[in-house]
Nanobody
Framework: QVQLVESGGGLVQPGGSLRLSCACS???????????LGWYRQVPGKQRELVAI???????IYADSVKGRFTISRDNGKYAVDLQMNSLKPEDTAIYYC?????????WGQGTQVTVSS
């Protein structure tokens, strides 16, 4: 099994930055180094949406809404993935979830709240 724990959320003013981190633990944490690993977000009443992902072939994919502002990076030595978020906008406000997947296997973290407000 694998557990995902997110950290780094909080309240930030528009235009500010935050860095989210997701650490993998458990007996199967090695999958975080080889599976698709990324970040999703969700606001109340809306579907969870992809933010950014580092694929199993290490391709980086971003939602159009965050391209040029967010950067995803894997740290295989720490079984972790970070999301650097710059130039934050109020519409980035959401709960951000870490996710690891390959085929039918997928695991979610508990989420971390990001609020962008003045």
């Amino acid at each position: 099994q694998v557990q995902l724990v997110e950290s780094g959320g909080g309240l930030v003013q528009p235009g500010g930055s935050l860095r989210l981190s997701c650490a993998c633990s458990g007996s199967s944490r090695a999958i975080c180094n080889i599976y698709n690993l990324g970040w999703y977000r969700q606001v109340p009443g809306k579907q969870r949406e992809l933010v950014a992902i580092s694929t199993s072939s290490f391709e980086l994919i971003y939602a159009d809404s965050v391209k040029g502002r967010f950067t995803i990076s894997r740290d295989n030595g720490k079984y972790a993935v970070d999301l650097q978020m710059n130039s934050l906008k109020p519409e980035d406000t959401a709960i951000y979830y870490c996710h690891v997947s390959l085929g039918a296997d997928n695991f979610w973290g508990q989420g971390t709240q990001v609020t962008v407000s003045s």
